[in-house]
T-cell receptor
Framework: GNSVTQMEGPVTLSEEAFLTINCTYT??????LFWYVQYPGEGLQLLLK?????DKGSNKGFEATYRKETTSFHLEKGSVQVSDSAVYFC???????????FGKGTKLSVIP | GAGVSQSPSNKVTEKGKDVELRCDPI?????LYWYRQSLGQGLEFLIY????????KSGLPSDRFSAERTGGSVSTLTIQRTQQEDSAVYLC???????????FGPGTRLTVL
């Protein structure tokens, strides 16, 4: 079946540090891949997505590239801000499917 | 326009009681989903609606859980005879089509004492 594995947190970084959150997936066929973010006290929001191999999703300075050869979709940001403190979820849907499968989530805290 | 709304935002109940959780999707969205977010299990899919029908109930954890959707809009998730392991945040999402981006509501935090 489909599954998503992401690095466990929590992750604490200083402002302006480089961020990487690793995510790998297991799926049959060609899934779509997503990163969702949950800010404190708020609902899940789609951060970025990629629907086919080698696609790069980007938003708010975050990027992730769909790597079929390594079945990965790592989230990166060059310079984090305090306002990026949140829980980040890697997720996927199977080819032609609607059901989101999520990773366990990674809590990021950015300190000034 | 308005996003997905859920009510109540918090619900505390006693073991054995029934609870109803409500979801108002974004107007015009045909697809509606329920997920559960718990400490032990992370985010899990529960059920999917297309219009008023639920072609996929595969994630419902037991027959104590049921859901309905009326008028292609509002959905209610009902948990009968609640147990402590039902404590979680219940999230609703909607999308224009079943393969479109899912927009999530703020969730209902259920605590079973």
């Amino acid at each position: 079946g489909n599954s998503v594995t992401q690095m466990e947190g929590p992750v604490t970084l200083s402002e302006e540090a480089f961020l990487t959150i690793n995510c790998t997936y297991t799926a049959t066929g060609y899934p779509s891949l997503f990163w969702y973010v949950q800010y404190p006290g708020e609902g899940l929001q789609l951060l970025l997505k990629a629907t086919k191999a080698d696609d790069k999703g980007s938003n708010k300075g975050f990027e992730a590239t769909y790597r079929k050869e390594t079945t990965s979709f790592h989230l990166e940001k060059g310079s984090v801000q305090v306002s990026d403190s949140a829980v980040y979820f890697c997720a996927m849907t199977g080819a032609g499917s609607y059901q989101l499968t999520f990773g366990k989530g990674t809590k990021l805290s950015v300190i000034p | 326009g308005a996003g997905v709304s859920q009510s109540p935002s918090n619900k505390v109940t006693e073991k054995g009681k029934d609870v109803e959780l409500r979801c108002d999707p974004i107007s015009g969205h045909t697809a509606l989903y329920w997920y559960r977010q718990s400490l032990g299990q992370g985010l899990e899919f529960l059920i999917y609606f297309q219009g008023n029908s639920a072609p996929d109930k595969s994630g419902l954890p037991s027959d104590r859980f049921s859901a309905e959707r009326t008028g292609g809009s509002v959905s209610t998730l009902t948990i009968q005879r609640t147990q402590q392991e039902d404590s979680a945040v219940y999230l609703c999402a909607s999308s224009f089509l079943s393969v479109s981006e899912q927009f999530f509501g703020p969730g209902t935090r259920l605590t079973v004492l």
